[in-house]
């Protein structure tokens, strides 16, 4: 099982930019769905949060300038950034809570980060 995030740039303050993260591998289902982002020298952040019906949470700070959507079908996670600060710059993981099939085990799963810059 793995996660893959993309997405990730370079953009100028007010802008916008889409993150993704596909989980694949030997799943039985993805329960819980979350972006978080780390700086250098600070401890990862919750950015936001899905889960399996739809239901969303997200770090105040994020609220209506984030939005976070999945597609089940294709184990997905979206992350639409829009109005973007410099107080963004981070590198963002993707987070999940999935059942792996082989074992039947609930394990959580990181993706490998993807770097978003909003230059001034």
């Known amino acids: 099982v793995q996660l893959q995030a993309s997405g990730g740039g370079l953009v100028q303050a007010g802008g916008s930019l889409r993150l993704s993260c596909v989980a694949s591998?030997?799943?039985?289902?993805?329960?819980?769905m979350a972006w978080y982002r780390q700086t250098p020298g600070k401890e990862r952040e919750l950015v936001a949060g899905?889960?399996?019906?739809?239901?969303?949470n997200y770090a105040a700070s994020m609220q209506g300038r984030f939005t976070i959507s999945r597609d089940n079908a294709k184990n997905t996670v979206y992350l639409q950034m829009n109005s973007l600060e410099p107080e963004d710059t981070a590198v963002y993981y993707c987070?999940?809570?999935?059942?792996?099939?082989?074992?039947?085990?609930?394990?959580?799963?990181w993706g490998q980060g993807t770097q978003v810059t909003v230059s001034s």
């Open positions: 899905i889960d399996l019906g739809g239901s969303r």
């Open positions: 591998g030997n799943i039985f289902v993805v329960n819980d």
């Open positions: 987070n999940a809570g999935l059942v792996n099939k082989a074992t039947m085990h609930y394990g959580e799963y």
